[in-house]
């Protein structure tokens, strides 16, 4: 059961040019979500994170969105660098629960 | 601050034996969790440790197994192993089990 979905295994952006990543949830109990940007042969790293009770959270070049009606929440990245180039996951937590539930990943390409 | 530190990097195991791998949290940090990573997939949750308890445990049989040090290094322990237990095993470290958790770089585990 799949509980964190990023259905989008791939994408290729421009340098410059806009990324939008995806993520979808099915459990309701989950309060806080969390982004992750992990390079080969490295752990994964903290990028973004956003509580429930929120529907965006601004960091930098990076801009997370939060639709708890569609269980969805979105990545942007703006300009996107090629430096961006990894895989990133979405996590999700439940409210007193210790573990991060992750999706499948998403490969990001930046195009120079 | 150091980071969290994981070791070995990578091992190679014969299916039936027992395998070790070893933690060393973020300075300060209290909470130790281990995931696994198979290939194509996101880190899936073994189990988390309080300060020398395990608090929180996902859907892994009894054959992994861990500890927690007093000075809140771990250890994650694989007996019998099997072929699907093939993997990159990330080490997370947490303050009080906040969501601030910095994961290690991994030990990638072949069983052959």
């Known amino acids: 059961d799949q509980q964190v979905k990023q259905n989008s295994p791939s994408l290729s952006v421009q340098e410059g040019r806009i990324s939008i990543l995806n993520c979808d949830y099915t459990n309701s109990m989950f309060d806080y979500f969390l982004w992750y940007k992990k390079y080969p042969a490295e752990g994964p790293t903290f990028l973004i994170s956003i509580s429930s009770i929120k529907d965006k959270n601004e960091d930098g070049r990076f801009t997370v969105f939060l639709n708890k009606s569609a269980k969805h929440l979105s990545l942007h990245i703006v300009p996107s660098q090629p430096g961006d180039s990894a895989v990133y996951f979405c996590?999700?937590?439940?409210?007193?629960?210790?573990?991060?539930?992750f999706g499948t990943g998403t490969r990001l390409t930046i195009i120079p | 601050e150091t980071g969290v530190t994981q070791s070995p990097t990578h091992l190679i195991k014969t299916r039936g034996q027992q395998v070790t791998l070893r933690c060393s949290s973020q300075?300060?940090?209290?909470?130790v969790s281990w995931y696994q990573q198979a290939l194509g997939q996101g880190p899936q949750f073994i189990f988390q440790?309080?300060?020398?308890?395990?608090?929180g445990r996902g859907n892994f049989p009894p054959r992994f197994s861990g500890l927690q040090f007093p000075n809140y290094s771990s250890e994650l322990n694989v007996n019998a192993l099997e072929l699907d237990d093939s993997a990159l095993y990330l080490c997370?470290?947490?303050?009080?089990?906040?969501?601030?958790?910095?994961f290690g770089s991994g030990t990638r585990l072949t069983v052959v």
């Open positions: 440790y309080y300060r020398e308890e395990e608090n």
């Open positions: 997370a470290s947490s303050l009080d089990g906040n969501y601030g958790y910095t």
């Open positions: 996590a999700a937590r439940g409210f007193g629960n210790e573990k991060l539930t």
């Open positions: 300075s300060g940090h209290n909470t």
